[in-house]
């Protein structure tokens, strides 16, 4: 017999035999009402998963992580309000569904299985999932990545307090709210849990509000590994800025008790709090998971001698609103409701094309007031002198930060946030200025965490604003890709549009800086941006460019709600001139009403001989050797993408339809760069006479040897006679 069924033959049977576990007496201010309705949450939780693993057996369900033994989260849920956003562990159900009750019209039942049956009409991720969120409830919805959700949490709660200082127009969180963010013990130990919580710490420490209560549910094990006894605890209970709390999830009426006051902590002192709650896993950790093979019997027993349905019966026994007799009913009536709703839903059509799993990728545009750009007056006084010099050539690093005050000057809901950014002004000065412009609530620095820089954007776009974070380079990426991956781009995928994270994250980065910093400041890979479905990405080669593609982003944020990247070629910042000495590379700021579309591409000459396809540095460097390539008598045309993601495939196609021959020049690595994508959409177009020149896949190294493994204009050049000579 599977453990699932014993759980649920002991219930029957100890509450049959008045059998149940010793406890203290439940608090006598506590509304016996109110603890009855806990329970019936903790028992259609419990339901719900014996529903789901009996909807698996039939093929009707799906892999499912249960909740059984964390059924004192429903306490937690009735000391929050409902308009305290909550970012939930996977083993939240009894949270939601007690907050269901704190909201009119709410059917956690049929919410739940149609999530269960992965159905189209699940409300929440249109049966892309089995995932808990709601958006009437205030919970986005939370996959099963370990604490990868903490980062945006603290987003959110810092969001609470700014929106107090600068309104943002799609502002969705209460002044008064805070914010909750639930996770396991296990997941405490993860690096994105700890680097979350210290940089709530170090918020909290420097008297900035930060409401956010982290919930710990300590079951003692994490799948197979167990946690040391008083380890989280130990770990968590003297952090300087934060105020520990911690109760026995078992007990739902102390639970309630304790975590009421840990709100009260939070919301009145705008502080962070962690609440630390003892609970027991029950049935495994998920799907087929059989504990007997890592777990003694023994242990297992004793957590199903510890159920909680049993500790909480035994309160409303002891209080004298329900007897045993009673809870059994209710119990046997909840089951008997689910199965009735499990019937219907198992019938319903679940997604069966590719076209409506991808629906939700790309965000539903919303509408936002319009703007006719800032005046010329408020102009001249935030710039002042800066103006003249906007009609004269400069380099693209000015271009950007003058193009990031007039959006900022434009949209009170940018935020700039990033190492450095602020008082520095960045490592190459692209935000100098922007702090004494529009002050440290706008332009923020932050403390030196790549994932939390990336998780404050996430969390602000859940209150309105529209996050510019910067990321100081792109090696640095890797230390929180999966902010972007598992939680930018995905948010809108699982909640079927319903909430998105907009953004535009800048990153300086790729190669062709002289003898600086090797391969942790001249990194040439986008593979791992290029692969997260519905992110964009551009990367401007000139000045003039980038102003006018960071004003396309933050539209395609503000009004498209979506994730772009913005990559910045660090070496050509502050280049000066194509050929020596002509200048050629500068440009004069373009207005600021002007913008290059996603679909935007630049051609540089008309030749039909050879088109070179190419961007950032490779553009350059394919410009410079044109040069070469008209004195061997190839006529050329070059041709800049702007856009890497999605790459402007139509345009790139009508560009080149009449050149004879097609050369790509990438120069990221030849192993997952976007030659590779050219390469195949070119050959499926039906072009033969086509050749790449790109990086080596190599790291950079320092020294004079910094462009070896890169394209340079000479192995251009002589790729282009090649193909054009063959």
């Known amino acids: 017999m599977d453990r699932a069924a014993i759980v649920h033959q002991n219930f029957l049977r100890r509450l049959g035999e008045n059998d149940l576990p010793d406890g203290p007496a439940a608090d006598p201010g506590l509304a016996p009402v109110k603890l009855v309705e806990i329970f019936r949450s903790q028992v259609l939780s419990r339901q719900l998963d014996r529903t789901s693993r009996a909807m698996q057996a039939q093929g009707k369900g799906f892999y499912t992580i249960g909740s059984s033994g964390h059924e004192g989260m429903a306490a937690v849920a009735e000391a929050l309000r409902p308009t305290d956003m909550a970012f939930l562990h996977y083993r939240d159900a009894a949270f939601q569904i007690q ?186 950790h998920a799907g087929s998971d059989v504990e007997m093979t890592y777990r003694d019997k023994s242990a297992i027993e004793a957590s199903e001698a510890n159920d909680p349905l049993l500790h909480s019966a035994r309160i409303l026994r002891d209080i004298g609103v329900s007897t045993p007799e009673q809870s059994i009913g209710m119990y046997n009536e909840i089951e008997k409701t689910c199965a009735r709703v499990a019937d219907e839903v198992m019938q319903l059509e679940t997604l069966t094309d590719a076209a409506g799993v991808m629906a939700s990728i790309v965000p539903p545009a919303r509408t936002c007031r319009p703007s006719n750009g800032p005046t010329p007056k408020a102009r001249a006084s935030l710039f002042g002198n800066d103006i003249k010099q906007m009609a004269e050539a400069q380099a693209m690093n000015r271009m950007l930060g003058w193009a990031l005050s007039d959006l900022m000057l434009e949209h009170g809901e940018i935020i700039v ?82 909430y998105t994270n907009p953004m535009v994250l800048r990153i300086a980065g790729l190669g062709y800086q002289k003898g600086f910093g090797g391969h942790f400041h001249n990194d040439n890979s986008l593979a791992v941006l290029r692969d997260i479905p519905g992110l964009i990405i551009a990367c401007p080669s000139n000045g003039a460019d980038a102003a006018m593609m960071l004003r396309e982003a933050v539209r395609l944020a503000r009004e498209e709600q979506r994730v772009v990247v913005f990559v910045e070629p660090i070496a050509l910042y502050p280049m000066r001139d194509l050929h020596e000495g002509d200048g050629a590379w500068l440009t004069s700021y373009p207005a600021p009403d002007r913008r290059i579309g996603l679909d935007e591409i630049a051609v540089s000459g008309s030749g039909t001989d050879l088109a070179i396809i190419s961007y950032a540095n490779g553009y350059y460097l394919s410009r410079k050797a044109n040069k070469e390539l008209k004195e061997n008598g190839i006529d050329a045309r070059i041709i800049d993408m702007r856009w890497l993601a999605p790459l402007p495939l139509e345009a790139l196609l009508n560009t080149t339809k009449d050149c004879k021959n097609i050369l790509i020049v990438d120069e990221c690595r030849q192993t997952g760069s976007q030659s590779e994508g050219l390469m195949t959409l070119l050959t499926e177009a039906g072009r033969t006479r086509i050749a790449r020149v790109t990086a080596q896949d190599s790291f950079i190294a320092t020294g004079p040897a910094y462009a070896a493994t890169l394209p340079s204009t000479q192995s251009i050049a002589a790729a282009a006679r090649d193909l054009v000579a063959s």
């Open 99 to 284: 907050r269901a009750t704190q909201v009119p019209g709410q059917s956690p039942v049929w919410d739940m299985l149609l999530s269960f049956r992965a159905a189209k009409a699940d409300p929440i991720s249109g049966g892309r999932h089995k995932v808990l969120g709601s958006r009437s409830l205030n919970i986005p919805p939370q996959t099963s990545t370990i604490a990868s959700h903490l980062p945006k949490a603290v987003g959110a709660a810092y969001a609470i307090g700014l929106a107090k200082r600068t309104r943002p127009e799609h502002t969705t969180l209460p002044a008064d709210s805070i914010v909750m963010c639930s996770f396991g013990d296990a997941s405490s130990n993860h690096s994105t849990a700890q680097g979350a919580i210290n940089t709530a710490c170090w918020t909290s420490f420097q008297s900035v509000p930060l409401p956010i209560l982290f919930v710990c549910e300590d079951n003692g094990i994490g799948i197979s590994v167990a946690t040391p006894r008083g380890w989280v605890a130990a770990n968590f209970a003297n952090r300087p800025g934060l105020r520990y709390f911690a109760c026995d999830g078992l007990d739902m009426a102390q639970t309630l008790r304790i975590s009421q006051a840990a709100a009260d902590y939070v919301r009145r002192t705008r502080k962070p709090a962690f609440l630390h709650i003892s609970t027991v896993r029950l049935y495994g």
């Open 417 to 498: 946030a990033g190492e450095d950014v602020g008082r520095k002004g960045g490592v190459y000065g692209v935000t100098q200025k922007l702090q004494g412009r529009f002050g440290p609530d706008r332009v923020i620095d932050t403390l030196l965490d790549e994932q939390s820089i990336l998780g404050l954007a996430i969390g602000m776009a859940h209150n309105g604003f529209i996050p510019i974070p910067e990321i100081q380079f792109l090696a640095y990426l890797h230390n929180a890709e999966d902010q972007l991956r598992g939680e930018a781009a995905t948010l809108s995928f699982f909640s079927d549009g319903q």
